[in-house]
């Protein structure tokens, strides 16, 4: 059984990469091997079932290769967590976007294999993301709402630009654009805030989620969420506290 459950990986893996367009780079390869190896109940169609071992697993390769700065994918989720329950966003769907802002790190990695080099087109690699979740099977939605984030569209109405994209797209949207904002220089940390409020007269953001992330982030127990640095500290405390 374990063997059989590697080698239908092996396959769908490949067939992926073949009808995306786009290649998986080897130590994704690899894990996900390990995972369909430690978990043979995983059917050819299912390879990315909703479990947060491989969630986090496929988002972790990523970063340990550093094609992703680490902790990217994993303060994304705490920015969507926070913000969803400042607006409040039902369990089901906080898991929902966690689980999309996890997955973001997979069209970066295949987009790295395909190109030799890091792309930093989010809404490219999102695109590929989506197309790459949808071939796997079982996560439409997430795929749909990371398709979404990336189209930054809205349409105007009395000379006024409406937002018009989905709320759980439009949260997903904003925490990982305070994410790579808050990592650079001058933009560091909370100045981010003010990049991202700027961009409200281009009808980018919804400005009540705006003001949801301004509170989530300035709340005590979610301090670790405000820049790279912060988190890194915040994780090694809990890997600390596991050991």
Excluded: W
């Excluded at 590929?128 to 439409?140: N, P, S, W």
């Excluded at 301004?214 to 709340?219: C, G, S």
């Amino acid at each position: 059984g374990y063997l059989y459950g590697g080698a239908t990986a092996s396959k769908v893996i490949t067939d992926m990469g073949k009808n995306t367009g786009v290649g998986m780079s080897y130590f994704i390869v690899i894990f996900l091997l390990t995972v369909i190896i430690r978990h043979p109940y995983v059917r050819s169609t299912k390879i990315l079932q909703n479990n947060i071992e491989t969630i986090h697993g496929l988002s972790d390769a990523p970063e340990l290769g550093g094609i992703v700065p680490p902790g990217t994918a994993g303060r994304t989720a705490g920015l969507c967590r926070a913000i969803a329950k400042q607006i409040g966003v039902s369990e089901y769907s906080i898991n929902i976007l966690e689980s999309c802002a996890y997955f973001t790190n997979i069209g970066k990695a295949a987009l790295y294999e395909t190109h030799g080099q890091i792309i930093t087109n989010t809404a490219l690699a999102s695109q590929v993301t989506a197309r790459m979740l949808r071939k796997a099977g079982g996560y439409d939605y997430e795929a749909h709402l990371i398709e979404m984030q990336s189209i930054k569209k809205f349409s105007v109405a009395y000379g006024q630009p409406v937002v018009n994209d989905e709320v759980l797209a439009d949260i997903l949207r904003i925490a990982i654009d305070y994410e790579e904002t808050s990592r650079a220089i001058p933009t560091y940390g909370l100045e981010a805030l003010d990049v991202l409020f700027k961009k409200l007269e281009d009808g980018v953001y919804q400005y009540r989620i705006l003001i949801a992330l301004r509170v989530a982030v300035t709340e005590s127990h979610n301090k670790h969420l405000i820049d790279p640095v912060s988190y890194s500290y915040h994780v090694t405390e809990q890997l600390e506290v596991l050991a």
